[in-house]
């Protein structure tokens, strides 16, 4: 009777252990930070000053490994080993984020970079930051935006990542398996310490400047597939570019377009920033090679934010790629590609900078409305990462996320931030109501969020201070046949989503805050 008590008392007591460790895990992790934004600024026009910094995030390669198979997948019982360099006698690993578990970085190819554009018209100061990375979610970014309110004195951080594929992962769902988390927490304090200082460099190297607006929405169309249907692109690509006013040298320029950074796809194991590198460098430094020249650049410092990259928007390694200085079609997934898709981007921005159409502001005030919204947790496989805390995201009530959004005004320049991945109908219309859906209702996300907002330059900032997957239109979610458009499977959004309600919540919570500006 004694061991049957004993042994009774030891499950309770691990039950209850079970019990704490989950509520640790779920809790929030932030619960005094709720933000209700709403900065007008009615006084006088400001004079707008600029600044721009980077700091390399890039990794520490200690061990390499042997991939005897060429799948990719660091697997020690198929006869994968890895290298001791450092003489350890274990495995340090760089898990790399994207496509599947168990991808460990062989070396790099291209920096990483925390990049940074701060703007501030007197009265109020927005720090954009890109991070290379394939995403950042909320209670990370939180981290950083509160060291940067305290000691910087930003008004309002942005915290977007580029979703590349090749970067190590900082969400946790790419370790060795579904059950470790990929993150690396030494590398996740020196990502937040080098964001941290880039964005007090902007601060400090902050000049007098006027920007000039261009864009060019429609010439990147081949440059990018929706892999899933309604065929819905936003191709678009906006810059803008901050000139001393006095010298009238570029201090750097902000571009954004949609599109997966995956290019170089998933057997990839060398770290890199994917197309966004030989992007921001064409648009820094001109494209060229050897002793020919398709465009110079104009200088500076560039930061890539992506936009609405849901549905999914990628090039895959069977979409071509025209080499831009001898035509040749370019496929599979190659670093020769990857840099021509670069280039080719950077072709485009550079065209649309110097166009006649182009509009200079000098002055303008900032307008910013931002706001903290929950989503509910549908999502078992990502409720089982939380528990588990291989996603490190805190929940608020009954499994609930809390994330952020934002819309922010600046003369002709519109911006709204998305807490992940946007799918395109929802931006820019498109959203249908096709035979086959799980829910039988009609659009809900309607209008499309582009056509609520005010300036002639209307910028998406997709990842922006969060990270929670796909952002599906209602009426298009499919998970149960009969499958949309007599599809054989369920399409591949729903298994990285929040869940179904994630799409209108965020559009309707924009379509709110937009209407107060």
Not at 49 to 54: D, P, Q, T
Not at 169 to 178: A, E, T
Not at 206 to 235: C, H, M, N, W, Y
Not at 274 to 300: C, K, M, Q, W
Request: charged share 20%; hydrophobic share 40%; net charge negative.
């Amino acid at each position: 009777m004694k061991l049957i008590k004993y042994l009774l008392l030891a499950f309770i007591f691990l039950i209850v252990l079970l019990a704490v460790r989950v509520k640790y895990n779920l809790r929030d992790r932030h619960p005094d930070f709720d933000v209700d934004i709403y900065l007008n600024n009615t006084g006088q026009i400001g004079s707008i000053s600029v600044g721009f910094a980077k700091m390399p995030i890039t990794p520490e390669i200690t061990d390499t490994w042997n991939d005897l198979n060429g799948n990719a997948r660091y697997e020690p019982d198929k006869g994968d080993f890895y290298n001791d360099v450092n003489g350890n006698n274990k495995f340090d690993p760089i898990w790399i984020g994207g496509f599947h578990n168990s991808r460990p970085a062989q070396g790099v190819n291209d920096d990483l970079w925390a990049r940074v554009m701060v703007i501030d018209d007197g009265e109020t100061k927005i720090a954009i930051v890109s991070i290379d990375a394939v995403g950042f979610i909320y209670d990370d970014a939180v981290d950083i935006r509160k060291e940067v309110k305290k000691n910087i004195g930003c008004d309002y951080t942005i915290i977007s990542s580029t979703h590349v594929h090749q970067a190590p992962d900082l969400i946790g769902i790419w370790g060795p398996s579904y059950f470790k988390s990929g993150v690396d927490k030494k590398y996740m304090q020196y990502v937040k310490k080098q964001t941290i200082a880039a964005i007090a460099t902007a601060v400090k190297s902050l000049t007098p400047a006027k920007l000039r607006i261009g864009q060019d929405l429609k010439g990147a169309i081949p440059f990018v597939v929706d892999s899933r249907d309604p065929q819905e692109l936003d191709p678009g690509i906006r810059i803008i570019q901050a000139v001393d006013r006095n010298s009238e040298e570029t201090l750097g320029s902000l571009i954004s377009w949609s599109n997966h950074p995956e290019t170089l796809w998933s057997k990839n194991l060398l770290i890199s920033s994917d197309f966004p590198h030989y992007f921001r460098a064409s648009i820094e430094n001109g494209v060229f090679n050897n002793d020919t020249t398709l465009a110079e650049g104009i200088g500076g410092i560039s930061v890539f934010i992506n936009g609405a990259v849901g549905g999914l928007m990628t090039t895959n390694p069977s979409h071509p790629i025209a080499d831009p200085f001898n035509g040749t079609m370019l496929d599979g997934a190659t670093f020769e590609k990857t840099q021509a898709q670069g280039q080719q981007l950077g072709l485009l921005a550079l065209k649309a900078i110097r166009s006649k159409d182009v509009v200079e502001i000098s002055n303008s005030k900032i307008a910013l409305r931002a706001k903290t919204i929950t989503i509910p947790l549908d999502n078992k496989n990502f409720l089982l990462g939380f528990i588990l805390g291989v996603i490190d995201h805190g929940t608020v009530g009954w499994l609930n996320v809390k994330t952020e959004i934002a819309s922010i005004q600046i003369g002709p320049i519109s911006i709204i931030t998305i807490p992940g991945e946007i799918y395109p109908e929802i931006i820019n219309g498109g959203v249908v109501s096709p035979l086959g859906q799980d829910y039988n209702i009609d659009p809900v996300e309607i209008p499309p969020l582009r056509s609520m907002m005010k300036g002639d330059y209307k910028f998406v900032f997709g990842l922006a201070n969060d990270e929670i997957g796909y952002i599906i239109p209602k009426s298009e979610w499919d998970e149960v046949p009969p499958y949309l458009y007599n599809h054989h499977k369920s399409p591949y959004g729903e298994i990285n989503s929040l869940g179904p309600e994630a799409g209108p919540i965020i559009h309707m919570s924009l379509s709110k805050i937009l209407e107060d500006q």
